[in-house]
């Protein structure tokens, strides 16, 4: 997440004067709207309003001052200042309208409605018009002031407006433009809840009907039938409707969202019989799960969006959002305060809301509750002026000396600008491309965009925790440096929270990353085949199966932390020792066995995952635009242990492996298992007899030495019980290369592997082929020389199929253009000539097989039905004196009778009236008698 391209810096638009009178200590301030017949649009001015001082209009686009009203300096302002624009023509010019409701801090000053309108003029010295409206019952808060559009006759060229001043009780009042008639006045508490009469308004505001019928009424079309009777989407009459949304909290503390259809009223009429206000619908929010008690507090914040059908509300409680575009109201998405700590809330798109608080503004998608973009602003915002700190009193300063939140006004799509308003100042945010509304429109909220963004509740021992973390780190890099396994291992067990073996009292070579029976100790640096003090030995860690899974979101988050520091400390992006290949490779600087076998138990032993932690780990030399290739994490194990005791570990462990670092661990150990020598792919260069200079002999030389250095160490590992490991090892890499499609195999050994190496590898698999016994000849009787047969261990069946779908990708990847090329070439004719007879062996076993089959498929059915036969034996009918079938001679094998059916003999029971009962002696014996052959034989005593 790229916090800096998402939101900008926060740079000034303009700098307020200091308030006169600090009522409330807060800056009153609000877009200006314009209206062009009965829609209104968001102007790029902002309206502000000081206690003390008076309103002044700031442009946005050029920054500057654009006009001011003055007003006495006991005055100060009961809500945010609204002001209208309405664009001139050729023949009258354009003009301006303010509202403010103020109060004075005088004796007997009632609190009013303030009205400055103005024609703008070429002439400067053209002064604004003043009024003022009291009302009766000026008492109550005011909730909102908004204008509603009138739209122009013949009578009249140009449209105007209306005010509609609502307050905190349920009040509404509509005046003319210019305060001096009073249109109508209602309650709309008394229209909500009639014999209640206490419906405490906190939201108020206005949308042309048509728009309702996209979000709000989207599913009532029985509301859209009373706004629009003649069910024509294309009429005037919805965008000539005003509906008048209203939030509020009734008497038992839950609320409700009402709809009231404002009477459209027409220019040329002072009054009208109708009343003014028709309540259409309303809907109680639904409880959210939180448990924490909402209180009815100024903090509150209501942002209704009609065309989306969205509520956003911002309470003690944290942020929830509604959708009211279906049938019922649901709360689509709600965050707490414990992880969502926020003061203001401006609403970008359908699913974005721009979150400011003391310390940060955030990008919050509420459909999946994450975070696109963060930018911290304490520092360019909260730190105070030399000059502002001189012109407050101590008394004052350690009142009011507390951080403020920025409180966000308005966010101008076109422009991609926020405009918030921070102690004395306005303040913009310019957001990237990506938040724009015409994109974020078309395209809508993805689900991709929000993977590993996640919100999570951060609680007391969560904060504990990464202090913790942060207070262990030097100790980890001090023991890192040292070369201090046990140590370092022992730390971050502790952190981790994962147990020793044996209650961690013993240690030895059985507890490291070796290879089956091996009794090496892997520590860091190389392998030491002696065993070495149980002190500097790391212990063995108990990791279960179900360690990851049984983790929290926040346990887990943190466990990403830890595995990013360790991947850093493990490995290193270096220069390449070898002259062959990329200049730069990853090597393993620092290796605690216990700490590897938990990256791979995570899952987190990955090339992405090892590139992203060197990139924002600061020691790392890694490029933004440098690749980790497939086989650089294999590569680098083996380079650190020639032993492949570490390799085995890894490919005999249950975790995922990429397909690449698969065949290069094939690849290594081919090379490991061939003894001749490579020959070097590079061309040959023609010179003109010049010789190398000396430098460059001495670069070569000590590149030789190096290598060969290298290679005597490899050497002498492999002396000992290197053909074991090896053999070992290599059967695990095959499987795990089973395992993948065999167009991605193909792929894979293709890109990877050289021609040479293709050509062992399937010398390899044919190798395994025979050794498993399955490519022999099947004239058993006419071998000479009998061979040696391959143990029980040795032979598997799933083992045929392996060796049989690797060897035909590995024939995949050369392809027939390869072959081609080698014509004449006896180790690849030979080689061609043994698959093609291995070839034919098989499919000549396979028609074998398949005439066995069905010369033993009918006796194994014989066999089978026979043991049901309940004929007696013909020494038990010799016993009893009758007939039997004489025994055929030895040399005589018998013939299966006709359908392989057996002679199942007499049955002792038989059907009667639709049941079974048993047969009688003399039934059975009858029976039998008749079931004599033809020709049979008699025994006469005499």
């Known amino acids: 997440m790229s916090s800096d391209q998402e939101i900008g810096a926060p740079f000034t638009l303009a700098s307020l004067p200091h308030e006169i009178s600090f009522r409330d200590g807060r800056t009153h301030a609000a877009s200006v709207c314009s209206i062009s017949g009965t829609k209104k649009r968001k102007r790029t001015e902002i309206a502000v309003g000081l206690d003390g001082e008076g309103i002044s209009i700031y442009s946005l686009q050029n920054p500057q001052l654009v006009t001011s ?38 004796p007997g000053a009632k609190p009013h409605l303030v009205c400055f309108a103005e024609e703008l003029r070429k002439d400067p010295t053209a002064g604004s018009i003043k009024t003022i409206y009291t009302p009766s019952n000026a008492s109550q808060k005011v909730v909102a002031i908004d204008a509603i559009p009138i739209p122009a006759v013949s009578s009249q060229k140009e449209g105007s407006h209306d005010v509609l001043l609502v307050f905190e009780n349920g009040n509404a009042i509509c005046l003319s433009a210019d305060l001096e008639v009073v249109r109508w006045v209602a309650s709309v508490s008394a229209l909500e809840s009639p014999a209640k009469g206490n419906f405490q308004l906190e939201h108020v505001s206005t949308n042309t009907a048509r728009a309702l019928t996209h979000g709000l009424l989207k599913n009532c079309e029985d509301i859209v039938a009373v706004l629009n009777p003649s069910l024509d989407e294309k009429s005037d009459l919805l965008d000539l409707t005003q509906v008048m949304s209203v939030i509020g909290r009734q008497a038992e ?123 911290s602003v304490e520092q360019s915002l909260q730190s105070p002026s030399k000059e502002d700190r001189k012109r407050k009193h101590t008394a004052s300063d350690s009142g009011k000396s507390a951080a403020k939140a920025p409180a966000l006004l308005a966010y101008y799509g076109d422009l991609a600008l926020v405009v918030a308003s921070i102690k004395n100042e306005l303040v913009g945010f310019q957001l990237g491309e990506s938040t724009r509304r015409k994109r974020v429109k078309s395209r809508g909220a993805r689900l991709i965009d929000s993977l590993g963004k996640g919100i999570s509740a951060k609680k007391g021992n969560e904060q504990a925790a990464i202090a913790k973390w942060r207070e262990q780190k030097p100790k980890l890099d001090r023991y890192a440096r040292k070369g201090d396994v046990g140590k370092f291992e022992e730390i971050f067990a502790a952190q981790l929270g994962v147990k020793f073996e044996n209650g961690g009292s013993e240690a030895g070579a059985d507890t490291k990353l070796v290879n089956g ?91 992405e995952s090892i590139r992203r932690a060197l990139l924002d780990d600061p020691a790392s030399n890694l490029g933004i635009t440098t690749p980790i290739r497939d086989g650089d994490i294999v590569s680098a194990v083996v380079n650190f242990d020639p032993e492949l005791h570490i390799l085995s570990a890894v490919l005999n462990h249950g975790h995922f492996l990429p397909v690449g670092e698969v065949v290069q661990s094939v690849r290594l150990l081919m090379q490991s298992l061939d003894d001749q020598p490579k020959t070097e792919d590079a061309s040959k260069l023609l010179t003109n007899g010049t010789e190398p200079n000396a430098d460059a002999m001495d670069v070569d030389i000590a590149s030789e030495l190096e290598a060969a250095s290298h290679e005597i160490d490899r050497a002498l590992a492999r002396l ?14 095959l499987m795990r290369l089973h395992t993948f499609p065999p167009a991605v195999i193909s792929s894979t050994l293709r890109s990877m592997l050289s021609r040479h190496e293709l050509e062992s590898l399937i010398k390899l698999l044919h190798h395994e082929l025979k050794n498993g016994g399955w490519t022999s000849p099947y004239d058993f009787g006419d071998a000479e020389m009998p061979e040696a047969e391959p143990s029980s261990d040795e032979i598997d069946d799933s083992a045929v199929a392996i060796i049989a779908s690797l060897l035909g990708c590995t024939l995949d990847a050369i392809g027939p253009a390869l072959w081609l090329t080698s014509v004449g070439d006896t180790s690849t004719d030979q080689l061609i000539s043994e698959l093609r007879e291995d070839a034919e062996e098989a499919l000549t076993g396979f028609w074998e097989a398949r005439y066995i089959r069905g010369i033993l498929s009918e006796l194994l059915r014989y066999g089978a039905q026979l043991p049901k036969s309940q004929k007696p034996s013909s020494k038990a009918l010799e016993r009893q004196g009758k007939p039997f079938a004489l025994d055929v001679k030895p040399d005589e094998l018998p013939v299966l009778p006709l359908g392989s059916k057996p002679d199942l003999g007499v049955q002792k029971t038989k059907g009667k009236n639709g049941g079974r009962r048993e047969r009688s002696a003399r039934e059975m014996g009858m029976l039998i008698s008749k079931r004599v052959p033809k020709y049979s034989f008699e025994r006469i005593a005499i």
């Not at 005055?75 to 103020?102: D, L, M, Q």
């Open 69 to 106: 009203y003055a007003l006495p300096p006991q005055t100060s302002f009961a809500s945010a200042p609204y002001s209208v624009y309405h664009k001139g023509s050729s023949k009258r010019p354009s003009r301006r309208y303010t509202y403010a409701f103020v109060s004075q801090n005088t």
């Open 253 to 375: 503390g839950r609320r409700a969202l009402a709809l009231f259809q404002i009477q459209t009223r027409a220019p040329d009429l002072s009054s009208s019989r109708l009343p003014p206000l028709k309540q259409l619908a309303a809907w109680g929010l639904p409880e959210p799960e939180s448990s924490v008690p909402d209180s009815e507090t100024e903090a509150d914040q209501f942002i209704l969006h009609a065309s989306s059908g969205s509520l956003h509300h911002l309470s003690d409680r944290g942020l929830i959002t509604y959708d009211f575009s279906g049938t019922v109201p649901r709360i689509s998405s709600e965050l707490s305060k414990s992880s969502f700590m926020v003061d203001s809330v401006l609403r970008i798109s359908q699913d974005l809301v721009l979150a400011a608080s003391q310390s940060s503004c955030q990008i919050i998608n509420v459909k999946y509750n994450s975070v696109h973009a963060e930018r």
């Open 517 to 607: 029976d091996a009794d090496t100790a892997l520590t860091n640096g190389a392998a030491n085949g002696h065993q070495e003090e149980a002190s500097d030995l790391p212990r063995k860690w108990l990791l279960s199966k179900d360690f990851s899974k049984t983790l929290s979101a926040a346990e887990r988050t943190r466990h990403q932390l830890y595995a990013a520091y360790a991947l850093t400390r493990i490995f290193q992006w270096v220069d390449s020792p070898s002259s062959h290949g990329p200049s730069r490779c990853l090597k393993i600087a620092f290796f605690p066995p216990n700490v590897f076998e938990w990256l791979m138990h995570c899952g987190n032993l990955t090339k």
């Open 720 to 733: 000992d019980d290197g053909p074991a490991v090896i053999s070992g090892t290599l059967r695990p890499a």
